[in-house]
Nanobody, 127 residues
């Protein structure tokens, strides 16, 4: 099974920025739809941003992050990024990237649509 290695995250103050990365060494990165998900304490995992494999378009952005978070992919480096700006305390949680090449994951930014997951990385936004 493909391996995903996440990096980034940490503790920041409100208003600051962070960039998370997911690297997928050794497999055909460009055929996969990719999603960033997060799970806040005591809450279910939710989709944040999802990007498809065909033209690399972002097909889903959670309302709570619109205008602040962006997703991008570099197929040559087999890497996907989540740029998070103007962070808020409610952005705190464990962030996961996920991959899948099913048609379902091409238009559904939900946990059940993605089969391969990174290990997760903690993001804490606190004064």
């Amino acid at each position: 099974q493909a391996q995903i290695v996440q990096s980034g995250g940490g503790l920041v103050q409100p208003g600051e920025s962070l960039r998370l990365s997911c690297v997928t060494p050794g497999f055909s990165f460009q055929i996969f739809n990719i999603g960033w998900f997060r799970q806040a304490p005591g809450k279910e995992r939710e989709g944040v941003l999802c990007i498809d494999s065909t033209i690399g378009s972002t097909y889903y952005t959670a309302d709570s992050v619109k205008g602040r978070f962006t997703i991008s992919r570099d197929n040559a480096k087999s890497t996907v990024y989540l740029q998070m700006n103007s962070l808020k305390p409610e952005d705190t949680g464990v962030y996961y990237c996920a991959f899948d090449n099913s048609y379902y994951s091409q238009y559904t930014c939900q946990e059940g649509a993605f089969g391969t997951w990174g290990q997760g990385t903690q993001v804490t936004v606190s004064p």
